[in-house]
């Protein structure tokens, strides 16, 4: 583009555009889920690809999906040679998965050639070539206008031939071939040691390898796919888990590392209108992921229950992935608290994926989930108990970390139980999901006075205030009801010992109201006394008032007669004055 | 397997031989011609042989387990045995065929050693 404006150059330009072209490599859906993503779109169109791996890994299946997916989905005939199995048992081996391979031949979709090679029934005598090998590739190619070839397993005819020289100048010429006739080819080659394949094929087809692997870790297996090399493209790099089952072969790629996921907006209602109110917003951010950790017995899957149900009632898809009963069985204790999780099973809106965790290593049960989630599109994914996968711990760790961002990136509101108490997952190692927990519910059995209360509280809940409260919970036909704990000076109880303190407290408030009563009626009555002395005082008082006039007017009238008399005895003595 | 000694293809033991070529290269020629040598002068003209251009045949060649070029076939007696290559080396061939042969030197006395097995000499 930037050598256009100069004219001169223009032949330079020309030549510069193809390669650019080129970059973009040509490529053919395989079909199979994950793989075209981490391969960014497939394998090389018109080349020979290596698919290698040890025996059982899933090689013919690898290169039978390629195959019916390019008839039934893309458009493209296949023909499958096999020097290994016959045709019937190929047919018969693929029937689980689904594919009619029968049907597809009939439709001249497919066509499936048995090549046998079997050292005991070849002599070999001087110069051959394997013009044979090709006339029959090729008439089986033209005849229903193949453009998707497999060869499986190719090598076999190292031990058919002993003329290697020949065999290996025949295959560098069979691939060629393939390639000038455009074809899209899966060779599968058997894992050799110290190389990938026996013979060393990845010398020959050098566009696109994939590695297989089946893995025994803790006599559990996993199975593994890698990319090893894909020549002018850019492909994921690492070892993706992939499962092989009724529903085909699935690629999952599950290492995304980055953390900047949109956020889903809203609040979701945990169905528990108490436990909404001990959260500010009245529920949980939708999309965050909730941990709810308690001992066995606490009412974890019940408290499930009663999201799940409450987001079916909005009409969200939900998904429960359970490792310790089948759906069918908590289906029938939820409907012990008045949940019929049964009808949202009915009405599509809620599927169990029950498995025991011992069925599948990490890997795989994040890859099944994977595959899962993103075939339903939950909007609630219940993960009952997160603490029954278990593995080394730091594959465990990943494992979580990858579920959990999975799940965000996804928008998908996550609620994982524990059992153990203190958000760890494993025993004796310090691996906590805690911290990628965005908000959690411990639930406590309290135990006192013989008897257990259920107890919950929220420990965190990320961006949002929230109760600090121990609250007790009850489960009745009627579902979880939240009970305000006793909190007061004899600490927090709970249960019968609430009831008792309870009771207890009426009396005493009672027994001080009485006393109270008493007291005010003892202090009206000496109010009522004193008042009465008051009284009585004061009537002496007047009497006393009284005398005191009375012995007044005495004096004075003792005076007066007094005077008088003194007058008296003086005019009677001196006369007249 | 003693399937050499039964004559499971039929009247007096007949031999019938199928040889794959891949067109009319120098290797194909040179094949047909080991064949036909062969037949004359070791199994006395007992033997019927058909040539099958895979080219042309490639369904037969198929159905024949035919992966190089030229293959013989041993058709019968059974069971069928394959022999990879131009057929250059008489001695192979016969030994990989297992085939009843009339003795190297004397190419005119017939029928001496069918009771005998290949691997005799």
């Not at chain 1, 974890?300 to 009963?325: G, L, N």
């Not at chain 1, 691996?431 to 013989?450: C, P, Q, R, T, Y």
Request: proline share 3%; glycine share 10%.
């Amino acid at each position: 583009m930037a050598s256009e404006p100069l004219a001169s150059e223009s032949s330079v330009s020309d030549d510069a555009s193809p390669p650019e072209r080129a970059a973009v490599l040509p490529k053919v859906a395989t079909g199979i889920d994950g793989f075209d993503a981490i391969t960014f779109g497939g394998l090389p169109k018109g080349r020979p690809s290596l698919v290698c791996g040890a025996a059982g890994c899933g090689k013919t299946l690898f290169a039978t999906t390629f195959l019916v997916n390019g008839a039934t989905r893309f458009d493209e005939p296949g023909v499958f040679m096999s020097f290994e199995e016959r045709a019937e048992d190929l047919v018969a081996n693929v029937a689980s998965l689904g594919y009619d391979l029968d049907g597809l031949v009939a439709q001249g979709k497919l066509a499936i050639d048995h090549v046998r090679v079997e050292r005991s029934e070849i002599e070999e005598t001087g110069e051959y070539d394997l013009e044979g090998l090709f006339i029959r590739l090729g008439f089986a190619v033209d005849s229903i206008g193949a453009k998707r070839v497999v060869l499986d397993t190719i090598e076999t005819l190292f031990a058919g031939f002993s003329d290697e020289t020949v065999l290996r100048a025949e295959l560098r010429r069979l691939f060629g071939w393939i390639k000038d006739r455009g074809l899209t080819a899966i060779i599968t080659g058997e894992r050799g040691d110290g190389q990938l394949t026996r013979q060393g094929m990845e010398e020959y087809v050098s566009d696109c390898v994939v590695l297989l692997d089946n893995r025994v870790e803790d006599q559990i297996t996993t199975r593994r796919l890698r990319v090893v090399k894909y020549r002018g493209s850019a492909h994921g790099t690492n070892e993706y888990p992939f499962l092989i089952d009724a529903e085909g072969i699935s690629v999952l790629p599950v290492t995304s590392a980055d953390l900047d996921y949109r956020i889903a907006e809203g609040f979701i209602s945990t169905g528990i209108p108490g436990l909404d109110a001990m959260l500010d917003p009245g529920g949980f951010h939708r999309g965050t992921s909730i941990l709810i950790s308690g001992e066995a017995g606490t009412g974890k899957t019940m408290i499930t229950a009663s999201m799940i149900d409450a987001a079916c009632a909005r009409a969200e898809r939900c998904m429960a992935f359970v490792f310790e009963e089948s759906g069918d069985q908590i289906t029938r204790n939820a409907r012990s608290i008045g949940l019929d999780l049964a009808r949202h099973v009915e009405s599509g809106l809620l599927r169990f994926e029950a498995a025991r965790p011992s069925l599948y290593g990490l890997e795989m049960h994040l890859a099944r989930m994977h595959r899962d989630i993103d075939r339903f599109d939950p909007a609630l994914v219940v993960i009952d108990p997160l603490s029954a996968l278990r593995g080394p711990p730091a594959e465990l760790q990943a494992t979580m970390v990858r579920m959990i961002d999975m799940l965000k990136s996804r928008g998908i509101t996550a609620v994982f139980t524990s059992l153990r108490e203190d958000g760890e997952i494993d025993q004796g190692s310090a691996i906590g999901v805690s911290s990628l927990m965005d908000a959690w519910i411990k639930l406590l059995n309290v135990e006192a006075n013989g008897e257990r209360a259920r107890t919950l509280y929220v420990i965190k809940a990320r961006g949002m205030r929230h109760s600090n409260q121990l609250r007790e919970f009850t489960m009745s036909s009627e579902g979880i009801a939240l009970v305000d704990a006793y909190i007061g000076p004899a600490g927090v109880l709970t249960g019968t010992a609430r009831v008792v303190q309870e009771a207890a407290e009426a009396a005493a408030a009672l027994r001080r109201a009485q006393e109270s009563r008493r007291r005010q009626r003892e202090a009206v009555r000496r109010r009522q006394s004193l008042e009465r002395q008051i009284d009585e005082l004061r009537a002496n008082l007047e009497a006393v008032e009284e005398e005191e006039a009375v012995l007044l007017s005495e004096d004075e009238m003792r005076e007066a007669v007094l005077a008088s008399e003194r007058r008296t005895l003086a005019t009677r003595r001196g006369g007249t004055k | 397997m003693s399937g050499g000694a039964i004559p499971g293809g039929g009247a007096g033991g007949r031999t019938r031989l199928r040889l794959y070529v891949a067109g009319t290269s120098p290797r194909s020629t040179r094949s047909i011609e080991s064949v036909r040598r062969l037949c004359e002068h070791r199994l006395g003209g007992a033997c019927d042989l058909e040539v099958v251009d895979i080219y042309q045949q490639s369904a037969l060649a198929g159905a024949d387990g035919v992966v190089a070029a030229p293959t013989l076939v041993r058709l019968s007696p059974l069971p069928a045995r394959r022999i990879a290559g131009d057929l250059s080396d008489e001695r192979r061939v016969i030994d990989g065929l297992g085939l009843d042969v009339l003795p190297m030197d004397s190419g005119a006395a017939p029928r001496e050693a069918v009771g005998g097995g290949a691997g005799e000499h």
